[in-house]
Each structure stands twice: as C-alpha cells, then as structure tokens.
C-alpha cells in the first residue's frame, strides 16, 4: 500500500489514550457509513464506487477521452466546486507542470468556476485557432457560475463549429435523469455522462466528472480506479488500531476538542496545489456547519514559508499542519559543484533536489511542533495515477468518518444557498422579488445619510 499517515508528531498535543477514546465511535461512524444508517446516507454512493462502477460507462469515458485527443488541440472543462476541483487537481498533479505548454498534448483549461468577464474573454482568445471540445459539468445543472460560461462557450462553439459539428464536440456530465443540463443535452444530442444521483459533488472525483477530463489530459484512469480500489478495500476495516484513514479523522479531531481549529494542507510539491484545492471542499464542505468545524487552509512550501511560514512558526496557536508528503519524486536532479560558490550552497552539491528538500520539509516540521504547531503527515510513496486514486479513497472516507465524530451531516451543504439567494435577489431572478426589496431597505438603511 503506498499510503501512510504519521501522527507521532502530535504527541506532544494530544495524548494517544485521547486518540484511543475514538475507537467506539469510529466503529459507530464505520457502520453508519456501510451500512448508509447515519445522517445524509443518501449520499454514500462513493463509499463503494470503487469497486462496483458502471463499467460500460467507463468504457464509453475512455472512448470520448480518445475521440477528443484525435480531433482537439484543447478541452474546456466548464465546472465550479466539486464539478471542477477534483479534475483539475489530478491533471495538476500528475501531467507535465507545463502541460499546457507542451508540444503535441491535448490541452485543458477550465471555465465557470468564477463569473470573471476578463478570464472568459481571455480564454476565448487564447482559443482562437485550435479545435476544441467542451465538457460541462454540473450535477444540478443549475449552477449560474458554469452556467453562464456554457451559454458563452457553446455560442462560440456553434459559431466556429456550426449547430451540428457543436455537438460531437460538446459532452455534458449531469444527473442522469433531471435538470436543466440533462434537458438541454437530451434535446441537443449531447453525448451525456452520470452524476450519480447517491454521490455527492465533492465526492464526485472518481466519477465521470473527474474521469472524462483526467482521460482527456491523458492520464491513465484504469490505474486511477485500481488505486481507490485498493484503498476501499483497505480502509474497509473498522478498528481505528490499524485503519490509518480513520486515525487521521480520529487525531484531528481530538486535536480539534484541544482548541485547535484550523488545519493548513502543507505540500513540497507544487504540483500538489490543487490536490489542497479538492482536499479544502472536501473537508470544509463536509464539516463547516452547525457553527463548528476545523478550517481548512493550505500552503504550498517551501514557497510559502517565505510569506506564511512566519505565521505558522509564531502567530495564534490555533493550527494544525498535516503535510501530504511524497516519499519518492517524479524527478531526481542532482546539483552540481560550483567552482567559485559564491552562493556558498557547494555543501550541498553532490545532494539530489529531493534530498534538499526533504530535509526542508523535516526542518519545517521540527521547527513548527517546537513553535506549538503539531504536524500530521499523509506520504504517499510516490505521486501515479494510481496512488492518486488511494489518496482520494483515504481522504473521503477520512472526511466522512470525522465529520460524523464531529457530529455534522458530512454530505449536505445548507450554507452555501446563503449567498446564491442574496444573488438571485440582487439580480432581479423571477421568485426573489421580496428578498429583493428586503436587501434593498437593508442596504439604503446601513448607507450613512
Ligand atoms: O455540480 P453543480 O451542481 O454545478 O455544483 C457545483 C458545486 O456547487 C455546490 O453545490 C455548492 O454551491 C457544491 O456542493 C458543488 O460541488
């Protein structure tokens, strides 16, 4: 198995009897889950899905991911939230870190997961003269932010593609039966793929919503499967003595009961920015409710200890590190002596890149426990498709088990309505027409006069 979880380093934060103290109710919160007993079970598609996915659907994403490699310069993956995050943070994790820039590869942008006139407008001209497909993806097809990018996209497409070359080139993943997306591909002929309706959009990575577009970038999403495979049968083991995923749900939130509430995701791979993007929605989705939850922030290091790190070393106590370490690099580099050292750096020739890194992210690491910061480390052994996969798998089943220890409904998301309501008001949508007048008044009335 090429994932492990460290938590030694915590130790000296919260005592392991604390930790032990978990075990029944993580058993409580393992049956909940596989046993879909526990607050928001309809939504535990994902809890299996690794190891029972529709297979005739796969083959149909690997085909489509095929078809648009062999006739488009460029994908544009239109998706917000979990309908965006997820792909994008394999693709950034596992391609060349230049993908886009790189001779002969299928290039991806994204769109719609912001409501920026510039962004879109830059996208369009950076479009000009490449083929491209589409894939929009929204569970409830209603979303305004990919809404709003699609009209904009598919006019472009209709326009350079005409109404029917459009549509072999546009592919919606929806719901597969409802919604204003599934209703508009119906009617189009879009080739459609499923959200299935038992999964959740944070959940969603390893379904044709992260899939089509991981495939599309060339990435190999048998390897991905075969990896959350592995790591549901692993993490399918109620004893929090040996199931490392329940032990990361049941070290943060013991840490969290000791007044701890913000974990920063610290990575030493840049690559790895958008994996912390994901890994944010996961948690903070899941948990940020009821007026509790750890916060979850991230850092990219060792860029950021050159902005943040003086934070980390020395502002509030309040932070938990888990750094999501990786044992074996893509890429060795060995430095070279330099006959003059003026930088003074030639201890270090002869040492790989990796090595000098690690041996920061281990100075990181001594440095903030004895600054009060406890640290957490997730390794993967080295960074694949395939152990991308597990880290997905550990990371969901560690969200939903620590979101019920913490005594949430890990798979709603109530709040985020708040501010698309104000929106919708704000902008005159049919139905809002007294919220509209009641923010108005609340506005003229906190104007001073
Ligand atoms: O796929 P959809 O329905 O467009 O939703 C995108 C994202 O928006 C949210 O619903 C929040 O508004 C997330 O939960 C979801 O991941």
């Avoid at 749900?249 to 993007?277: C, D, M, Q, T, W």
């Avoid at 070279?336 to 281990?362: H, I, P, R, S, Y």
Wanted: glycine fraction near 8%; charge should be negative; aromatic fraction near 10%.
């Amino acid at each position: 198995m090429a994932i492990t979880f460290d938590y030694s380093n915590a130790l000296s934060f919260v005592q392991q009897h604390e930790i032990d103290y978990f075990g029944d109710f993580v058993n409580v919160a393992h049956r909940k889950l596989h046993e879909k007993e526990g607050p928001g079970s309809d939504y535990l598609g994902w809890v299996n899905l690794p190891l029972a996915y529709d297979q005739e659907e796969f083959a149909r994403i690997k085909h489509a991911a095929q078809r648009i490699r062999s006739h488009s310069d460029a994908l544009i993956v239109i998706g917000i939230g979990g309908s965006y995050l997820g792909a994008r943070s394999a693709i950034e994790a596992l391609s060349h870190t230049f993908h886009n820039q790189m001779e002969g590869k299928t290039q991806i942008y994204f769109a719609g997961q912001n409501i920026s006139s510039t962004y879109i407008t830059h996208l369009l001209e950076m479009l000009e003269g490449k083929n491209i497909s589409l894939n929009v993806i929204s569970k409830s097809g209603t979303t305004t932010e990919p809404a709003i990018a699609f009209r904009i996209l598919r006019e472009y497409m209709e326009k350079k593609y005409g109404k029917h070359g459009a549509r072999r080139r546009i592919f919606a993943t929806t719901d597969q039966s409802k919604g204003a997306l599934k209703k508009l591909a119906d009617e189009e002929g879009y080739e459609t793929f499923v959200i299935p309706d038992d999964v959740g959009g944070r959940y969603s990575v390893l379904t044709a919503v992260g899939l089509l577009p991981i495939a599309a970038a060339g990435l190999d999403i048998d390897q991905m499967m075969a990896g959350a495979a592995a790591a549901a049968e692993k993490y399918n083991n109620p004893d929090l003595a040996t199931n490392e995923s329940y032990q990361y749900a049941a070290v943060r939130n013991a840490l969290y009961r000791k007044g701890k509430s913000i974990e920063l995701l610290a990575n030493f791979e840049p690559s790895l920015h958008f994996v912390s993007e994901w890994w944010k929605q996961l948690f903070g989705e899941s948990e940020g409710k009821d007026q509790k939850g750890l916060y979850p922030a991230s850092v990219d290091f060792t860029t950021d200890l050159h902005s943040m790190g003086q934070y980390v070393q020395e502002g509030r106590r309040d932070l938990i590190e888990t750094v999501l370490a990786v044992k074996k690099p893509r890429i060795e580099l060995t430095i070279q002596e330099d006959e003059g050292n003026l930088d003074g750096l030639n201890f270090v020739a002869g040492m790989t890149m990796d090595e000098v890194n690690k041996q920061a992210a281990l100075g990181t690491r001594l440095a903030h426990v004895d600054g009060g910061v406890p640290n957490l480390i997730v390794e993967l052994d080295e960074l694949t498709e395939y152990t991308y996969g597990e880290m997905v798998y550990f990371f969901e089943k560690a969200c939903g088990i620590s979101g019920l220890l913490l005594g949430v409904n890990p798979f709603d998301q109530p709040g985020v309505e708040a501010y698309k309501n104000n929106m919708f008001a704000l902008l005159g949508k049919p139905g809002f027409e007294s919220q509209k007048a009641e923010l108005l008044n609340r506005i003229a009335a906190a104007k001073p006069e």
